[in-house]
């Protein structure tokens, strides 16, 4: 809905940049394949379990109020505007940013994010060892995915309504009032506050119950279940992704299923600072002393103290990531080539990415003022290179990871 808006083993540990409880382990290919397979059954079922036929009431009306464009104050902007079904429920716009507003002439400050397998989230809150993990939006300060659609109704730069009263007389008037009324009560309108309580409650619903929102059906689904065969070239990707002293995608993406998921979710929803190039094209960066950070502000407002945290963005699942037309929370690069490029040379050879200054040296994370460029993860492989070393990918490797990232597009037929 947000317009402004990525096998462990037992032992946490916390690193200097790496703001996660991160746990590492060598994964066999042949071992994560058996492991995955037996997940490969739940997965088909959880794919098939909840379609528009099988929805509650309230999920019913969820789906009508995600696509309803008369909620907005321009009259032309749904959640659906800003979160493709086709694209794995993420940004459609080829621009890094969404404009919204009465006159749709606001800009938004981040990319919207992928709704897609959020239901396996939780609320925002701190692990044991001190780790931020769960938490809705890049930067986690929605606790559910009824209040991450809270915002966007009221956001100048999205959907714009001046008030909750606004808002609920758009849905008193809609054609669907009558389900909305009988899945809340015939008198549900006569109080605002708890009508838009309800509306919000139906999206979440319909984002949970909808199989579209967690669909299982990649070709990493089908062959982990061993209904499809890798090519050699998926595998030595799949390889690479798990390979702690390679790829090492797992580390933040892991490839194995958790507890609460019939299968692999390609995110432990934990928050990293990975000191992304600062976008351009987003017109709050003109000015040079707007700085999005994250967990610590400014769109969130309670962490603000916790400077050790600036940075830090939520880490999305990669499922579908090949659909999208933009990566990370500043839509800086677009393309999955240019992804996979940025995390093995960023400091190998930072010119590639960073601006220079007068002397010809980059300026590292330069979308981060100077005094938070030390939360940056620089410790995990493949970050903890130096200027001048080889990245831990070559090339060919790189085409490598990328063959796999495209096995987790939903949708695929054998």
Known sequence: MLISEDLKNNHPIRLNGRVSSRT???????????????????????????????????????????????????GHMACATCHDAALGHASP???????????????????????????????????????????????????????????????????????????????????????????????????PAIAFDRAVFALERYQREDSDFARFSSKFDAFTAGKAKFTDQELRGLALFNRTDK????????????????????????????????????????????????????????????????????????RNVALRKRFFHNGHFDSLEQVVRFYVTRDTSPELWFPLDPLGNPILYNDLPDTQRGNVNVTEVPYNRQRGDAPFLDEPEIQDVIAFLRTLTDGYAP
């Open 93 to 191: 716009f080829s621009a890094a940013i969404a404009f919204g507003g009465a006159n749709l002439d606001q800009p938004g400050t981040r990319v919207p994010p992928a709704l897609g397998y959020l239901r396996f989230n939780s609320a925002f809150h701190f692990e044991t060892d001190g780790t931020p993990a769960g938490g809705f939006t890049w930067d986690g300060r929605a606790n559910s995915l009824a209040d991450q659609a809270r915002g966007p109704f009221l956001a100048a730069n999205e959907m714009a309504n001046p008030d909750v009263e606004s808002v609920v007389s758009k849905l008193r008037a809609a054609p669907y009032a009558q389900e909305f009324k009988a899945a809340f009560g015939a008198d549900v309108f006569t109080n």
């Open 24 to 74: 590492f382990a060598s994964i066999a290919l042949l071992a994560l394949t058996i492991g995955l397979g037996a997940c490969g059954g739940a997965a088909d079922k959880s794919s098939a379990a909840a379609s528009a036929d099988t929805m509650s009431l309230a999920a019913s009306v969820g789906e009508k109020i995600f696509k309803d464009q008369s909620l907005s104050a321009s």
């Open 247 to 318: 790829g090492n995608c797992a580390g933040c993406h892991p490839s194995t299923k958790p507890t609460n998921a019939p299968a692999a979710l390609f995110t432990d929803f934990t928050y990293d600072s990975l000191g992304v190039p600062r976008n351009n094209g987003i017109p709050a960066n003109a000015d040079a002393g707007y700085f999005d950070l994250g967990l610590c502000g400014p769109a969130r407002a309670d962490l603000g103290s916790r400077t050790d945290l600036c940075g830090s963005f939520k880490v999305p699942s990669l």
